[in-house]
């Protein structure tokens, strides 16, 4: 099991949960957040501090979002495991679902 990113963190990545993440499993892509299954050992640390309340626990992600836990494990399937996001930095691509969505204007300073 694992914590899901879903699609409020689109246009937004106010990264306060890459903070509180004890074992650095969240990747920034070019426009959201992905959480890395393999990863991630499941302490909740990064869900309480979402400001848009994206993050879920897998069993409780609701239905509407329910492609991204697909979307967060795709997301790796050719970075593979680098053994955490600093590693790696803002990486300039998306899951082709996130970057098929329209922009908008949403920004962490606007919450």
Not at 39 to 67: K, M, R, S, T
Not at 82 to 101: E, F, I, M, R
Request: proline letters at 9%; hydrophobic letters at 35%.
């Amino acid at each position: 099991m694992t914590y899901v990113i879903a699609l409020p963190c689109v246009d937004v990545k106010d990264r306060s949960c890459i903070d509180e993440c004890p074992v650095d499993c969240i990747y920034e892509g070019d426009r959201m957040l992905y959480i890395h299954p393999d990863e991630c050992v499941d302490c909740g640390a990064c869900e309480p501090v979402c400001p848009v309340e994206a993050i879920y626990y897998e069993d409780d992600l609701p239905e509407q979002w329910a492609d991204y836990y697909t979307i967060n494990v795709e997301f790796f399937a050719e970075l593979g495991s680098p053994g955490g996001a600093a590693k790696t930095g803002v990486l300039p691509y998306d899951h082709p679902t996130v970057s098929a969505l329209p922009r908008t204007a949403r920004s962490a300073g606007d919450l």
